[in-house]
């Protein structure tokens, strides 16, 4: 969800939508996470939300966006409406034929949360295609100032799943088989520890995995995801 704490709509619409899918969606049709880039409030944004968002990504020209298995739609209309849509995306994004699967593990100590993912693919995948994992570190329950339309400021709006951190310097992360084949039933295993700012709640914080296809041209395609509470 493509947001910031200035828009309007977001507080409105776009937020609201959200709530709904982490409530109702999270772990059993899809991941949720909130990308922050530009906001009033400089502790939401994220440093490589820039990256996901320019023209060669997902060419993010508005907000409040949500972006759904290579699918976009702005959020001004009712909640409802929106919601549906994201769950009929999820529920088209199911029926399809399984490529990869993950599994996601979190451990806290300190100031770094060591991130695990095993992936396994299911069928044979021909030498070119490049695959890779991003493991997103997310804070849930952010209270912060928020812009809504139609009221005054709300100063201690709940910002659910805030993108934090994650693994590599791009928001793809690392790459699983450098283009090189993979065999039906092959696992990968990879880990990273990913640095935590002391401001961040702890408690709050969850670790989302996304397996991304990367083409040569065109938008990175999610492949498959899963979330550690």
């Given at each position: 969800?493509?947001?910031?704490?200035?828009?309007?709509?977001?507080?409105?619409?776009?937020?609201?939508?959200?709530?709904?899918?982490?409530?109702?969606?999270?772990?059993?049709?899809?991941?949720?996470?909130?990308?922050?880039?530009?906001?009033?409030?400089?502790?939401?944004?994220?440093?490589?939300?820039?990256?996901?968002?320019?023209?060669?990504?997902?060419?993010?020209?508005?907000?409040?966006?949500?972006?759904?298995?290579?699918?976009?739609?702005?959020?001004?209309?009712?909640?409802?409406?929106?919601?549906?849509?994201?769950?009929?995306?999820?529920?088209?994004?199911?029926?399809?034929?399984?490529?990869?699967?993950?599994?996601?593990?979190?451990?806290?100590?300190?100031?770094?949360?060591?991130?695990?993912?095993?992936?396994?693919?299911?069928?044979?995948?021909?030498?070119?295609?490049?695959?890779?994992?991003?493991?997103?570190?997310?804070?849930?329950?952010?209270?912060?100032?928020?812009?809504?339309?139609?009221?005054?400021?709300?100063?201690?709006?709940?910002h659910r799943n805030?993108?934090?951190?994650?693994?590599?310097?791009?928001?793809?992360?690392?790459?699983?088989?450098?283009?090189?084949?993979?065999?039906?039933?092959?696992r990968f295993d990879?880990?990273?520890?990913?640095?935590?700012?002391?401001?961040?709640?702890?408690?709050?914080?969850?670790?989302?995995?996304?397996?991304?296809?990367?083409?040569?041209?065109?938008?990175?395609?999610?492949?498959n995801s899963n979330?550690?509470?």
């Open positions: 969800h493509f947001t910031e704490d200035w828009c309007g709509p977001c507080g409105k619409t776009g937020g609201p939508t959200f709530d709904s899918c982490v409530k109702v969606l999270e772990g059993s049709k899809i991941t949720c996470m909130k990308v922050y880039e530009s906001s009033d409030n400089a502790s939401l944004n994220n440093s490589t939300a820039s990256l996901m968002e320019n023209a060669n990504n997902y060419n993010i020209t508005g907000i409040p966006t949500m972006y759904v298995n290579a699918a976009t739609t702005t959020f001004y209309t009712s909640i409802g409406t929106n919601f549906n849509w994201i769950k009929t995306q999820a529920t088209t994004f199911a029926g399809q034929a399984v490529v990869a699967g993950v599994y996601v593990s979190k451990s806290v100590d300190g100031d770094v949360m060591n991130a695990s993912a095993n992936i396994k693919f299911y069928s044979a995948i021909a030498a070119g295609k490049d695959y890779r994992l991003s493991l997103y570190v997310l804070e849930d329950n952010v209270i912060a100032k928020q812009v809504v339309s139609g009221v005054p400021d709300v100063l201690n709006y709940v805030v993108w934090r951190a994650s693994n590599g310097t791009d928001y793809k992360g690392v790459k699983i088989n450098n283009s090189a084949a993979i065999s039906a039933n092959q990879i880990s990273a520890p990913i640095t935590l700012k002391p401001a961040w709640n702890k408690n709050n914080l969850k670790l989302m995995a996304v397996i991304w296809e990367v083409p040569t041209t065109g938008k990175p395609k999610v492949v979330v550690a509470k």
